[in-house]
């Protein structure tokens, strides 16, 4: 089958000619027809990320179509649409019973990280982590929706548990994960406060949702939120960036009890705090490591329904991989892109 394949890290993604995937008892295999672009590719590329090796095939914002199915398999059959979980779970550790597939204490691979991912023809996807896709949903939108959609979604919804009539500030609001965060925000009923280094970006954030865009270019943003809300703080920080100096404006800007869900993450940069102001002001911090497979069922059905719409702004031939994660790391793609088979 044809794949892009990183040869070394640092390189980017070739075309090459590279054996069929082989499935076993209890798989499927997937032609890919929509893989998702993710800032996540890149560090993959680079070697940022650890337990992963050379040459790689990269992606994990996978959306398909099922074209053979192994031994053992029920329920699902050739033509069938959907997505994989792209985590290979053991499915029996404590975190996988408990639903926190993410967490895994066994894993066996991720797509795209130390397993083959999407940017190929061809997938192996074990049943049981296969979720079949609504016919309203296009390829690319369920590919997309399976990183930059369902990941802020566990975040506001699962972590922070963001209710109605409560406020969320959304710290990098004009990258992939923040435009969507955004659309979550305003669906649970919450005042949704965006703030980004970009005012560019201000209308197209104000178009999803937002109720306040705040421009803030040295992540100096509690007392704008702070006078925003007249005087109060926020309920929820959602920290897209993960850097050390906005982690700590966020748990500035929130008022007791608030609480702050990182997502973003950069090597190096850290969690920063008074601790007599945490302790006193109660407040909470999670960290959030992608989604559950519950998270990414509820997600899908929201996108089928158009309660919520994966900003998609550019796709490319998947022979153009290379050039989609260029265009990604100069800045020059809003929202999110795909690759189309
Ligand atoms: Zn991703
Ligand atoms: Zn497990």
Redesign the pocket.
Known sequence: MRAMVVRAFRTPPELREIPDPVISDGDVLLKVMACGVCHTDLKVRDGLVPHTTAPVVLGHEVAGEVVAVGRGVIGITVGDRGVPYGYE?????????RGQ?SL????SGRMGFDHQGGQCDLVRVPARLFLRIDPRLTFQQAAVTTCSMVTPYRAIVRRARLRAGETVVVVGAGGGLGLHAVQIGRLVGATVIAVDSDVARTDAITEQGADHVVIADDNKFADTIISILGGRGADVVVDLVGATASIAEGINAVQSGGRVVVVGYRAGQQVQAEIPDVVFREVELYGCHWASIVDMIEVLDLVAEGALNPVITRTYPFEQAASALDDLEGGRIFGRAALLM
């Open positions: 779970t053991c499915g029996t550790c404590i975190e996988c019973r597939d895994c204490e066994s894993l």
